[in-house]
């Protein structure tokens, strides 16, 4: 997985809780990703990073949080954690060539 | 808004036969396209990619075609083996910080 770890790599919650997610990676990489993927659809982008303490929102970001204070970490953060937001996470990563390489993933259950 | 679409949601084949699975895309001004595969339980994995100054770039046993004209993207898997059935994902590069647009995938699966 190209040097990419993810943690937990399954999380059981309840409504109403705080989530962190947690992306690192040893390449070194100036982007990372963070997607969900739900049944019948693809991978759809969260939150995106194009360097630390840089980020920007994507297609789905309401009820999501991201920061990035190291190169090499990525976190994202459900504030009040939602029965909709039950999902498998993704975190991706790329430098300039625009390819990205993928995590395991987290599956995520929310009660 | 513009997307990346996916002709067939599934797809079977015969082992040891090719395979061709199709995707459209719609935004004119995406110059970069690529393709994954996801095998269950796994996280995407990049197969092969191709920019838009260009027509056809081949891998191990996969082409991938770009028709810019009609705007259509396909990967062609030669002499389909068991270990390719997985989701297969097309993915067009939008905006300046390398974001893809993902297609919503097709399931492949090779019969014995």
């Known amino acids: 997985d190209a040097g990419i770890t993810q943690s937990p790599r399954h999380k059981v919650t309840e409504t109403g809780t705080p989530v962190t997610l947690r992306c690192h990676q040893t390449e070194n990489h100036r982007y990372m990703y963070w997607y969900r993927q739900d049944p019948g659809h693809g991978l759809r982008l969260i939150h995106y990073s194009y360097g630390v303490k840089d980020t920007d929102k994507g297609e789905v970001s309401d009820g999501y949080s991201v920061s990035r204070s190291k190169t090499e970490d990525f976190l994202l953060t459900l504030e009040s954690a939602t029965s909709s937001q039950t999902s498998v996470y993704f975190c991706?990563?790329?430098?300039?060539?625009?390819?990205?390489?993928f995590g395991p993933g987290t599956r995520l259950t929310v009660l | 808004g513009e997307s990346v679409g996916l002709h067939l949601p599934t797809l079977s084949v015969q082992e040891g036969d090719n395979s061709i699975i199709n995707c459209a895309y719609s935004?004119?001004?995406?110059?970069?396209f690529i393709w994954y595969k996801q095998e269950s339980g796994k996280g995407p994995q990049f197969i092969i990619d191709i920019r838009s100054n260009m027509d056809k770039r081949q891998g191990q046993r996969v082409t991938v075609l770009l028709n810019k004209t009609v705007k259509h993207l396909s990967l062609q898997i030669a002499a389909t083996q068991p270990g390719d059935s997985a989701v297969y994902f097309c993915a067009e590069n939008q905006g300046s910080a390398r974001q893809l647009t993902f297609g919503s995938g097709t399931q492949l699966t090779v019969l014995p």
């Open positions: 935004n004119s001004a995406s110059d970069y």
């Open positions: 991706a990563i790329s430098e300039t060539t625009g390819e990205q390489f």
